[in-house]
T-cell receptor, first 113, second 113 residues
Framework: AQSVTQLDSQVPVFEEAPVELRCNYSSSVSVYLFWYVQYPNQGLQLLLKYLSGSTLVKGINGFEAEFNKSQTSFHLRKPSVHISDTAEYFCAVSDRNFNKFYFGSGTKLNVKP | NAGVTQTPKFRILKIGQSMTLQCTQDMNHNYMYWYRQDPGMGLKLIYYSVGAGITDKGEVPNGYNVSRSTTEDFPLRLELAAPSQTSVYFC????????????FGQGTRLTVV
């Protein structure tokens, strides 16, 4: 089975500062990796995904993430955050054999002016 | 396209009552999922389906039932509501196995009193 650990439950940051949201996973098989964002009172929407190839993937709204197989990590980064990035962010993995998604516990990003 | 539609958006149930959370998608996705989201716990998979007539248990299936008579619909049934089922429920769908994103509904906020 897979598991996902998001090390920070809350990350406060000032506007225009860089941010990194951490995600580690454990799996005995190859996985696909995803980051989703959830704005208040809404469902989740996809930010970016890693399937194969280049370990640096770029997503919407200026976010990017880097897959590190040796460290089993998939950290999300943005060089300069905006107030509108305030939301909860979820890391997820999908087993390549079975189409089930496993989610981390989420990181609340609070961007302050 | 409407995407994934969940009804109702909010519901208050008394202990022991039953109800069905409705979920429908118009993207012709084979895979559908039900998750519950509790504060600080991320999303936990309740049940999933890989196609019409096929369902399987996820991580937290106790107290719930599902059916998948059509590709479009995947209702979740609570037979005897308990306070532990107070949560936000999300339905999601995806096109194929593993490497595609999941599309989420807006969620149903359920309170059991």
């Amino acid at each position: 089975a897979q598991s996902v650990t998001q090390l920070d439950s809350q990350v406060p940051v000032f506007e225009e500062a860089p941010v990194e949201l951490r995600c580690n996973y454990s799996s005995s098989v190859s996985v696909y990796l995803f980051w989703y964002v959830q704005y208040p009172n809404q469902g989740l929407q996809l930010l970016l995904k890693y399937l194969s190839g280049s370990t640096l993937v770029k997503g919407i709204n200026g976010f990017e993430a880097e897959f590190n197989k040796s460290q089993t990590s998939f950290h999300l980064r943005k060089p300069s955050v905006h107030i509108s990035d305030t939301a909860e962010y979820f890391c997820a993995v999908s087993d390549r054999n079975f189409n089930k998604f496993y989610f981390g516990s989420g990181t609340k990003l609070n961007v302050k002016p | 396209n409407a995407g994934v539609t969940q009804t109702p958006k909010f519901r208050i149930l008394k202990i022991g009552q039953s109800m069905t959370l409705q979920c429908t998608q118009d993207m012709n996705h084979n895979y559908m999922y039900w998750y519950r989201q509790d504060p600080g716990m991320g999303l936990k998979l309740i049940y999933y389906s890989v196609g019409a007539g096929i369902t399987d248990k996820g991580e937290v299936p106790n107290g719930y039932n599902v059916s998948r008579s059509t590709t479009e619909d995947f209702p979740l049934r609570l037979e005897l509501a308990a306070p532990s089922q107070t949560s936000v429920y999300f339905c999601a769908s995806s096109y194929q196995q593993g490497d595609t994103e999941a599309f989420f509904g807006q969620g149903t906020r359920l309170t059991v009193v």
